[in-house]
C-alpha cells in the first residue's frame, strides 16, 4: 500500500486529489476477480509475496 500511494503522489496528474490509502490505488490483479472478499485476500497475498513474508 506504502508503494501505491509513493507510485500515485510522484506520477504528475493534472487533477491531482490527496487520498488515503486504499484497494483502489493499487495495480490490478492478472484475473479479474468478482468477489471482493476474494479479491482483496489475493491482493494482501501478492503484497506479502512481494516482502517475501509468508502468509499463515
Do not use: H, V, W
Amino acid at each position: 500500500m506504502i508503494g501505491a500511494l509513493a507510485d500515485y503522489i510522484s506520477t504528475e496528474n493534472d487533477k491531482f486529489q490527496p487520498m488515503n490509502a486504499n484497494f483502489g490505488i493499487l495495480p490490478e490483479l492478472e484475473t479479474r476477480i468478482k468477489d471482493k472478499k476474494e479479491r482483496y485476500t489475493q491482493l494482501a497475498e501478492r503484497a506479502l509475496q512481494s516482502i517475501n513474508i509468508k502468509s499463515a
